[in-house]
């Protein structure tokens, strides 16, 4: 069965400083992943994916990803964190093939001036 | 830009009343799915639709149904609802070519079951 971790209920960044939202899979195969960020009272934004080819995956507003195989991990990266960063992150995996997209239970980022 | 609009934000309901959220998006989306968020839970998906008329049960159908009779809309209907309906409902939509393309939500309604 597939499954997606985020370790972190919620991750506290003063501004300017890198963050890091960690996410870990478990699929049979090579995954599609996701990455999402919802902001208040707001639905979910779709900021980058992993499907095949470079690890490292760049997205909007200044995200990025890196995907490691051999740890099973997608994290989210941003080299410069700012206030507008804070809302609730969440990692998706799907395997390939087709199948249900699975999410995390979701990550609270907040940052700090 | 891909549009999902769901027409209620805020709805509250109270114990066995039958509810109906309704969800539209503009961009010929052949996928179209609903999920609640509950705090600490992420979001499970109670049922999906690939194409007008069909649908297909998710994680947790239980309590739920659906009626897709036109492409652009998916309506998400409790039959009679309960408090532990209370929660967060997301409407999405997604392309159907390939298993990459991202979904679109919508802003979500706030259901509250009294």
């Known amino acids: 069965a597939q499954s997606v971790a985020q370790p972190e209920d919620q991750v506290n960044v003063a501004e300017g400083n890198p963050l890091t939202v960690k996410c870990t899979y478990s699929v049979s195969g090579n995954p599609y992943l996701f990455w999402y960020v919802q902001y208040p009272n707001r639905g979910l934004q779709f900021l980058l994916k992993?499907?095949?080819?470079?690890?490292l995956v760049k997205g909007s507003y200044g995200f990025e990803a890196e995907f490691n195989k051999s740890q099973t991990s997608f994290h989210l990266k941003k080299p410069s964190a700012l206030v507008s960063d804070s809302a609730l992150y969440f990692c998706a995996v799907r395997r390939p093939g087709g199948g249900k997209l699975i999410f995390g239970q979701g990550t609270e980022l907040s940052v700090k001036p | 830009d891909v549009k999902v609009t769901q027409s209620s934000r805020y709805l509250v309901k109270r114990t066995g009343e039958k509810v109906f959220l309704e969800c539209v998006q503009d961009m010929d989306h052949e996928n179209m799915f609903w999920y609640r968020q509950d705090p600490g839970l992420g979001l499970r998906l109670i049922y999906f639709s690939y194409d007008v008329k069909m649908k297909e049960k998710g994680d947790i159908p239980e309590g739920y149904s659906v009626s897709r009779e036109k492409k652009e809309r998916f309506s998400l209907i409790l039959e009679s609802a309960s408090t532990n309906q209370t929660s967060m409902y997301l409407c999405a939509s997604s392309l159907e070519t390939g298993y990459n393309s991202p979904l679109h939500f919508g802003n979500g309604t706030r259901l509250t079951v009294t």
């Open positions: 992993y499907i095949t080819g470079d690890n």
